[in-house]
């Protein structure tokens, strides 16, 4: 704050000195001779192109102050951002894992039910459930005891 205070008075004083040196070039110069011309001449450039200098600082400093904070927020809400997405690639990942995981308990599962049924029908095949003939009810019960039995496995 103070270092706005102290630019604006240095810019305020030039302008004053080169405002004063222009009003009394101007209002004196019948009464001056040319050598004080001269050096009120030369006053007047130096004063000119130290105002121009001031002034330059003081105007260009402050937008380029604001494009210096604005690139500053830019640049913190791009990190926040990149942040957020490795938090979203973390979680993605481990979803995937845990997918990757249920998957797999899903073919196991399932590998085991289609060997449970080829057992069936390979043991059908060969002797009759129980000791029971095909078509009887107790053929039916032990058929049925089996199945119900892969399905518990299953789950």
Request: glycine content about 10%; aromatic content about 4%; cysteine-free.
């Given at each position: 704050m103070l270092k706005e205070y102290v630019s604006s008075a240095i810019s305020m004083i030039?302008?004053?000195?080169?405002s004063y040196v222009i009003v009394v070039m101007f209002t004196s110069a019948d009464h001056v001779s040319a050598d004080a011309y001269t050096k009120q001449s030369d006053l007047l450039k130096v004063l000119l192109g130290l105002a121009g200098t001031v002034m330059g600082y003081y105007?260009?400093?402050?937008?380029a102050e604001n494009h210096a904070n604005a690139a500053q927020a830019n640049?913190?809400?791009?990190?926040?951002?990149a942040q957020q997405a490795?938090?979203?690639?973390?979680?993605?990942a481990g979803?995937?894992?845990?997918?990757a995981a249920g998957m797999k308990q899903a073919n196991d599962a399932k590998d085991k039910i289609i060997r449970g049924i080829s057992e069936l029908r390979s043991t059908l095949?060969?002797?009759p459930l129980g000791g029971a003939e095909p078509g009887s009810d107790g053929f039916l019960a032990e058929l049925d005891n089996r199945l119900e039995s892969l399905i518990r496995e299953a789950r």
């Open positions: 030039t302008i004053g000195l080169l105007f260009g400093r402050i937008p640049a913190t809400n791009a990190q926040a951002a490795q938090a979203k690639l973390a979680e993605v979803d995937a894992g845990t997918a095949r060969s002797a």
